[in-house]
């Protein structure tokens, strides 16, 4: 079992960056694979990006590829989204979640294969 808290959310102007953070509690950390989904006012929850439990492999939904970048560290159990160049649509709430299962090669990003989930944070950007 792993507990997950996300903190780093908040209101920012359109083109601005923000830097969301994931801790972890329980199990080693870098069993898991992690990774971000985000769920906007009345749409479904969507895949953001995932990493590898060593941090090595990521992958990213279209939408983000060369805005976002998610890491970890797997000293401080701690996994990362940094996202630039943000823009109104990116508003939503930003979860992490982390799945037992350290590689990410045949990765599922429907949200229901992820078995562990964080409460949320907030991202709004205004324009």
């Known amino acids: 079992q792993v507990q997950l808290i996300e903190s780093g959310g908040g209101l920012v102007q359109a083109g601005g960056s923000l830097r969301l953070s994931c801790a972890a509690s329980?199990?080693?950390?870098?069993?898991?694979?992690m990774a971000w989904f985000r769920q906007a006012p009345g749409k479904e929850r969507e895949f953001v990006a995932a990493i590898s439990g060593s941090g090595d492999n990521t992958r990213y939904a279209d939408f983000a590829k060369g805005r976002f970048a998610i890491s970890r560290d797997n000293a401080k159990s701690t996994l990362y989204l940094q996202m630039n160049s943000l823009k109104p649509e990116d508003t939503a709430i930003y979860y992490c979640?982390?799945?037992?299962?350290?590689?990410?090669?045949?990765?599922?990003?429907?949200?229901?294969?992820?078995?562990?989930w964080g409460q949320g944070t907030q991202v709004t950007v205004s324009s």
């Open positions: 979640a982390a799945d037992l299962f350290p590689t990410i090669v045949l990765i599922n990003t429907a949200p229901s294969k992820w078995p562990y």
């Open positions: 329980g199990r080693t950390f870098s069993v898991y694979r």
